[in-house]
């Protein structure tokens, strides 16, 4: 059953086309994937949240909940994104979702542990599969955890996973450009734990980034530009293949606009990183500070300015692999 909330554009059909691209489908898993959007109400936390479990959960004879720990994208907390949080809004479906953020997200460090609870006790969960993996992705540690030690035993897991964290190797960057955004990359379309960039303020971490573009989007998202809100400068390429509708579900469940937000559209990738330049304060061309990553999965390799070189030099975890030479634009003005 699928446990994303109101993800996969809050529909049945759309949760099970999100697993099926994560390679969680019927034919890969051998068995039958039950996805709705109905919840049943299993009763209320103690400050009055209401909590939801998928309808097909609660009438099964158990529910083991599968997900991976790891640092979330808009709060910090003893456990953040993983199988506590996972019964907690997850498979609470759009209903659950929305009651846990409308409490608020300087509460959500005390709700999800709350709500969490109360599906515990409903005496349907059996254990929960907390998944560790490496900074490519790959899992390297699963740990099976009793229903009603979940949030004890997930919380030196998350510490775990926090040195596995992808991370951008500066502190301080004037321009960042990334290729491409996308659902498949990240819930933000970015990770914020990789650009230093949140959608509310109980996040933190990562470089000072001063203008950050958003060049295009994935295929595999569909359309779905959550998270473009975060750059200042994106593409119209970008703007275009936006499903509004797609991009825009996820913020009245979250209760948080700012990530669906467009921000100003150039016609080219070289007017798009020419506006994010000219829009710096206090820094001369010759000097920027400028990173370009293909997305925030794909750290591996990097294009950065002549102004990071020194940086580069110093760090011994950094290789340079090619000399310096000018940035290479397309006759349409697109990178090559």
């Known amino acids: 059953m699928p446990a994303m909330g109101s993800h996969g554009a809050s529909t049945a059909e759309g949760k099970a086309r999100v697993l099926e691209h ?21 009763g209320e936390t103690p400050s009055g949240v209401e909590v939801f479990m998928d309808r ?24 953040e994104s993983g199988p506590t949080k996972m019964l907690a809004i997850g498979l609470g479906k759009q209903k659950g979702a929305h009651s846990v953020h409308a ?32 900074a490519w992705e790959e899992p390297y540690k699963v740990v099976a955890i009793p229903a009603r030690e979940l949030e004890e035993s997930e919380a030196p897991l ?21 290729d491409e955004i996308g659902k498949n990359i990240s819930g933000d379309g970015a990770d914020p734990n990789v650009t230093g960039r949140y959608p509310t303020p109980y996040a933190t971490g990562g470089p000072e980034v ?20 975060i750059a200042d400068v994106v593409t119209e390429r970008l703007a275009s293949r936006m499903d509004r509708p797609a991009t825009y579900l996820n913020a009245p469940t979250s209760t948080t606009p700012e990530p669906v937000k467009l921000p100003m559209a150039m016609p080219t990738d070289r007017l ?34 002549e102004a990071l070189l020194p940086e580069v030099e110093k760090n011994e975890r950094l290789r340079i692999v090619e000399e310096p030479r000018p940035v290479r634009f397309g006759d349409d003005g697109s990178l090559v």
Not at 56 to 79: G, Q
Not at 162 to 178: M, S, T
């Open 210 to 229: 001063q203008r950050m573009v958003f060049l295009g989007l994935t295929e595999e998202t569909g359309g779905n530009a959550n998270g473009v809100g």
């Open 103 to 134: 409490a608020g997200w300087e509460n959500i460090h005390r709700t999800i542990p709350e709500a969490a609870t109360i599906a515990v006790e409903s005496g349907k969960v059996a254990f929960g599969l907390a998944i560790l993996e490496n």
């Open 272 to 305: 798009a990183i020419a506006a994010a330049l000219e829009t710096c304060a206090g820094v001369s061309q010759r000097d920027v500070r400028l990173v370009r990553i293909r997305n925030t999965l794909k750290l591996g390799q990097m294009y950065v300015s």
């Open 158 to 178: 998350l510490e775990e996973a926090k040195q596995n964290l992808l991370r951008l190797p500066f502190d301080a960057i004037d321009v960042l450009v990334v």
């Open 56 to 79: 097909n959960a609660y009438e099964a004879d158990a529910v083991i909940v599968v997900n991976r720990v790891r640092p979330h994208t808009a709060f910090r907390a003893t456990v």
């Open 22 to 42: 994560l390679g969680v489908g019927e034919k890969e898993i051998g068995c039958p994937v039950h996805a709705t959007m109905e919840s049943v109400l299993l």
